[in-house]
């Protein structure tokens, strides 16, 4: 147990729960046997900064992963983007501080003899309370120019990729490969037209029709009953319509049965 303190003014420490992390051979790529550190109990306002400084007096640090849970590290590409695939952590979390010589790690488990280590100082403040809200506000702002630059950039490195994909589809179009299989691809004579939204009406209404013929018409009893009362509802109708029609044929002296 490693106690850490993030104000001097603090009275009571907390306390973080290190050890040297162990897995089999392997099975982690990202946190090294030997000279990786576990830490437990690690607070979501201690970030990978503060543990490193406070790691750095046992050694080089090499990098600080933060986690939600412990679990097996893979190595994680740097996020190219400022404002999206951006994961906050939230509640108490777990860390594998990397260092550079295993000596490291060993002198990290002596810190625990030592008296409250102060994390937080005035060139490196630590926030926590109403200044950590008000920092997480601020930091949550996003500004617009920036942002747009930043699509920018994305759009155009996407156009040219698709670019250069076209282009290598267009050189192996037609071209055996080694078996001497030649790929079809929709780009020929007839390529395949992108459907409107007209076509995908048609599309809609003949797979409504199809489910409808397929659909079991007087299944239930009810349904054949609702369907003789619906019959006999049209045929009542129809007898009305013809019997006024009749009477207005012979008010018009018109109506000649024979």
Same mark, same amino acid.
């Given at each position: 147990?490693?106690?850490? @303190?993030?104000?001097?003014?603090?009275?009571?420490? /907390? &306390?973080?729960?290190?050890?040297? /992390?162990?897995?089999?051979?392997?099975?982690?790529?990202? /946190?090294?046997?030997?000279?990786? !550190?576990?830490?437990?109990?690690?607070?979501?306002?201690?970030?990978?900064?503060?543990?490193?400084?406070?790691?750095?007096?046992?050694?080089?640090?090499?990098?600080?992963?933060? &986690?939600?849970?412990?679990?097996?590290?893979?190595?994680?590409?740097?996020?190219?983007? +400022?404002?999206?695939? /951006?994961?906050?952590? @939230?509640?108490?979390?777990?860390?594998?501080?990397?260092?550079?010589?295993?000596?490291?790690?060993?002198?990290?488990?002596?810190?625990?003899?030592?008296?409250?280590? !102060?994390?937080?100082?005035?060139?490196?403040?630590?926030?926590?309370?109403?200044?950590?809200?008000?920092?997480?506000?601020?930091?949550?702002?996003?500004?617009?120019?920036?942002? @747009?630059?930043?699509?920018?950039?994305?759009?155009?490195?996407?156009?040219?990729?698709?670019?250069?994909?076209?282009?290598?589809?267009?050189?192996?179009?037609?071209?055996?490969?080694?078996e001497g299989w030649v790929k079809v691809t929709r780009k020929g004579r007839k390529p395949g037209l992108p459907r409107t939204e007209a076509a995908n009406l048609r599309v809609l209404e003949k797979e409504k029709q199809k489910r409808a013929r397929k659909e079991l018409l007087n299944?239930?009893?009810?349904?054949?009953?609702?369907? @003789?009362?619906?019959?006999?509802?049209?045929?009542?109708? +129809?007898?009305?319509?013809?019997?006024?029609?009749?009477?207005?044929?012979?008010?018009?002296?018109?109506?000649?049965?024979?």
């Open positions: 147990a490693l106690a850490v @303190k993030f104000a001097e003014r603090q009275r009571s420490y /907390h &306390c973080l729960l290190v050890k040297e /992390h162990q897995v089999r051979e392997g099975a982690d790529t990202a /946190h090294p046997p030997r000279r990786t !550190l576990f830490v437990l109990n690690v607070p979501p306002y201690c970030g990978p900064d503060s543990l490193s400084r406070l790691f750095s007096r046992c050694g080089h640090v090499q990098s600080v992963d933060i &986690c939600d849970k412990p679990g097996p590290g893979e190595k994680k590409d740097k996020l190219a983007s +400022k404002f999206f695939d /951006h994961k906050t952590l @939230k509640g108490f979390q777990v860390a594998y501080v990397v260092f550079r010589k295993p000596a490291a790690v060993q002198a990290a488990k002596a810190l625990s003899q030592e008296g409250p280590l !102060l994390i937080s100082t005035e060139s490196h403040p630590v926030k926590t309370g109403i200044s950590k809200w008000i920092a997480s506000y601020e930091a949550s702002i996003v500004d617009p120019k920036e942002l @747009k630059a930043e699509v920018d950039a994305y759009m155009q490195d996407y156009d040219k990729k698709v670019a250069e994909e076209e282009a290598k589809a267009a050189m192996e179009e037609g071209v055996p490969d080694e299944f239930y009893a009810w349904q054949h009953r609702e369907t @003789k009362r619906e019959h006999i509802a049209q045929l009542r109708k +129809k007898f009305e319509e013809d019997k006024q029609r009749i009477a207005l044929m012979r008010a018009q002296r018109k109506f000649r049965p024979y």
